[in-house]
């Protein structure tokens, strides 16, 4: 007692809404009518690869934009191969299905969508050669996942980041998400907004769900691939707009858990969270204690983007109807 703080009525509860339309099986069905037996491996041993794609809705235009979504099933494939899966679509398909499924739920708002590779074999018995795979995909509408705008409060984790030579990070596999469950409930239940967590050797690795740039004496930096990030698709976005339009240099090297206490701006960034400003550190303020200047424009040149606004980065989204 006094751990579990769910009710058994909310945990029953499917957070979709029951006639949604789903892509599953190589088929579109009702969220309801889909059935996962009890013994799914996946649901055991963490046996999947994922993604979450956003679409965003304007208002202005009527439209859906859904937001890089090759690069995420690009991601996907890379993932999949890791835990010797394979995708049975191709990239252009899984686009194509995922722009169906829009459709279908006729979505006017912003949506999340989650496309599932997972170990189907309804047996007992840890390993990854000679199982079922299925795949799935359901989207749902989605606000924020993170505060954007006041800006987040950070600790530290006390939890290591996985490292590639256990479970790479870089692979987006559902069982390492253990680990952000862990990092991010201790950070939350102790009065944080988000965990930043450390790599093996010490150095920042990324938020819970979300890569890291720091702003220091005027160049941003961000911790390189082999210090077991998720290779996040918001990251690559954020470093050429850094380049193109704030004219600023982007690092990518280790970073030290003291610079995130001596740094001018910090920001997590991810589909998820978009681009959080990071405002305190360990109960440290990061540089004035406010939403950094560059941050804050960003973030605008962001959302302007992601919306279908900035005809420059048409490109970044596919506009569902
Ligand atoms: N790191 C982790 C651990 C994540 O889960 C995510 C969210 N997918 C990210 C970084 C950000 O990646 P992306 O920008 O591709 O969403």
């Given at each position: 007692m006094g751990v579990e703080t769910r009710s058994k009525a909310a945990v029953k509860k499917p957070a979709a809404h029951p006639n949604t339309w789903v892509f599953f099986d190589g088929e579109f069905a009702r969220y309801n009518d889909v059935k996962l037996g009890l013994m799914t491996h996946a649901l055991h041993y963490g046996t999947a690869v994922f993604e979450g794609i956003r679409a965003y809705w304007n208002p202005k235009q009527s439209q859906l934009f859904l937001l890089e979504p090759a690069a995420h099933y690009e991601r996907m494939r890379r993932s999949a191969n890791v835990m010797r899966m394979q995708l049975p679509f191709s990239t252009e398909e899984l686009v194509n299905f995922t722009l169906d499924l829009l459709r279908r739920n006729e979505f006017k708002s912003d949506v999340y969508v989650r496309p599932l590779l997972y170990t189907s074999s309804e047996e007992i018995g840890v390993r990854l050669h000679n199982l079922d795979r299925n795949f799935f995909i359901y989207a749902i509408p989605f606000g924020k996942y993170v505060e954007v705008e006041a800006g987040i409060r950070c600790m530290v984790s006390s939890w290591r980041r996985v490292p590639d030579e256990a479970l790479p990070a870089r692979a987006k596999i559902t069982g390492s998400y253990a680990q952000a469950a862990l990092a991010k409930s201790e950070a939350v239940e102790g009065g944080f907004d988000e965990a930043i967590v450390l790599s093996m050797d010490g150095h920042v690795s990324e938020g819970s769900a979300e890569n890291l740039f720091m702003l220091k004496d005027g160049v941003f930096v961000t911790p390189p691939?082999?210090?077991?990030?998720?290779?996040?698709v918001t990251r690559q976005l954020l470093m050429k707009v850094i380049r193109d339009e704030l004219n600023l240099e982007v690092l990518e090297r280790s970073i030290d858990r003291t610079e995130l206490y001596t740094c001018d701006e910090l920001l997590l960034c991810g589909t998820g969270a978009q681009i959080s400003p990071v405002i305190e550190v360990d109960r440290r303020p990061v540089g004035d204690g406010k939403v950094g200047e560059f941050t804050q424009e960003l973030q605008n040149i962001y959302f302007n983007a992601v919306r279908g606004d900035t005809p420059k980065y048409k490109d970044w989204t596919i506009p569902v109807y």
């Open positions: 691939v082999t210090d077991d990030i998720l290779e996040g």
